[in-house]
């Protein structure tokens, strides 16, 4: 078969099952799979498919319809104003968690700032910051090995590995305890334990499960993060934070509980609570 023939029949695949947008997975799958632009299938659209680049695009196919995610099997998604190499056993970025970025750079100030990401996974935050900021250095940390690997390798490809460093441990846990920062910002797992079953199969089934899920509440990480952040922050230093939608009087009652002032509840696009803000004048 050729592009044109694959694609089709890749879409009715999908569609059969229920796969969301089966043509525009069925076009990046493909498009990955033989190192070309999407627009390149279509100027190429008679091209015939060798035996085994249709297997190959089969088993991409079949993966995908059993639930593995769309990101992990290109090993790239889109973040912010940038491109990310993702994989497997590292949390793929949400889109919300832009609404997480934007607030910061709308609260560093304009002058050579030191940043700490907690939970850092493929690097996505400290990146984007680091990208949009050419007097920012950047901590970013996190529980996983294989997520500073990436961290780093998307540092590299960005351009940005000289003012983005990296260190493996457990939230404030590679922090030495004298060292603050200007601003910590942090998208931490906040996925109620008990609400596994209701998540969708390629969320539930393929990505890590530490990245997701703080205990039944949801909030023990939060609480953690929260409850640590001023002993790490410059005197007028800030603290951002991503929460789950209905997290937002709890989060922001720590915030206040913890001295922090200027507290303030941002939605993402979809009007949902998404980001806590605060200030820390002690």
Same mark, same amino acid.
């Given at each position: ?11 009715? $695949?999908?569609?059969?099952?229920? /796969? ?40 991409? !196919? ?10 992990? !099997? ?26 997480? /970025? ?61 003012? /983005? ?46 990245? !997701? ?19 790490? !922050? ?20 720590? $915030? ?10 941002? +939605? ?13 004048? +002690?």
């Amino acid at each position: 078969m050729n592009v044109v023939e694959s694609l089709k029949k890749a879409t009715e $695949f999908l569609e059969r099952r229920d /796969v969301a947008s089966p043509r525009l997975n069925s076009e990046l799958l493909l498009s990955c799979m033989l190192g070309i632009s999407r627009v390149e299938l279509y100027t190429g659209f008679d091209r015939e498919l060798t035996e085994e680049e249709a297997e190959r695009f089969k088993e991409m !196919l079949m993966k995908r319809a059993a639930g593995c995610p769309l990101q992990y !099997l290109t090993g790239e998604t889109g973040f912010f104003s940038a491109t990310y190499v993702v994989c497997p056993g590292v949390f793929i970025p949400r889109p919300e968690t832009e609404v997480l /970025v934007e607030k910061a750079l709308e609260m560093l100030p304009d002058r050579p700032v030191k940043v700490l990401d907690i939970g850092t996974g493929n690097g996505c935050i400290a990146i984007s910051i680091a990208l949009e900021r050419a007097n920012a250095e950047l901590l970013a940390t996190d529980i996983s090995a294989s997520a500073l690997v990436l961290c780093n390798r998307n540092a590299d490809r960005l351009g940005v590995s000289d003012r /983005v460093g990296t260190a493996l441990g457990d939230l404030y846990e590679p922090i030495g305890p004298s060292e603050r920062f200007d601003m910590v910002i942090s998208n931490p797992p906040y996925i109620c334990s008990t609400e596994a079953g209701e998540l969708d199969v390629e969320v539930r089934e393929f990505e890590p499960p530490q990245a !997701l899920y703080a205990g039944e509440s949801g909030m023990e990480v939060i609480r953690k993060l929260v409850s640590g952040a001023p002993g790490h !922050l410059k005197p007028g230093g800030l603290f951002a934070i991503e929460i789950g939608e209905t997290q937002g009087a709890r989060s922001t009652a720590l $915030f206040e509980d913890a001295g922090f002032e200027e507290v303030e509840l941002a +939605k993402d696009l979809a009007g949902r609570d998404r980001v806590v803000t605060g200030k820390y004048l +002690k």
